[in-house]
């Protein structure tokens, strides 16, 4: 079993700056690309930002030069540096990771965090 803890979400005003964070923890052989997504009210979930084993980064439109993701692979945890935050930033935002597990079979999963809320007002 793996778990995802997400930890950083809150309220800021528009300029403001977060950062998230999402720590792995259970059973696994490794993790291969981390992310972020979020979910505005009444919308789909949108990816925000991912990053490779090796450091290969890729952002979405609305967040380029705003927004970087960075990990640590020694801790199991990716990173979400939000910065210049606007109104429509704000949403539950959602990191991801796709795992190599034991079990049954190795194979390789993906699993969520549990979803983190920032709000940006204006």
């Known amino acids: 079993q793996v778990q995802l803890v997400e930890s950083g979400g809150g309220l800021v005003q528009a300029g403001g700056s977060l950062r998230l964070s999402c720590a792995a923890s259970g059973r696994f052989f490794g993790i291969n690309v981390m992310g972020w997504y979020r979910q505005a009210p009444g919308k789909q979930r949108d990816l925000v930002a991912t990053i490779t084993t090796d450091g290969i980064t890729n952002y979405a439109d609305f967040v380029k030069g705003r927004f970087t993701i960075s990990r640590d692979n020694a801790k199991n945890t990716v990173y979400l540096q939000m910065n210049n935050l606007k109104p429509e930033d704000t949403a539950v935002y959602y990191c991801?990771?796709?795992?190599?597990?034991?079990?049954?079979?190795?194979?390789?999963?993906?699993?969520w965090g549990q979803g983190t809320q920032v709000t940006a007002s204006s």
């Open positions: 991801k990771m796709t795992v190599t597990i034991p079990f049954p079979i190795i194979n390789v999963a993906d699993y």
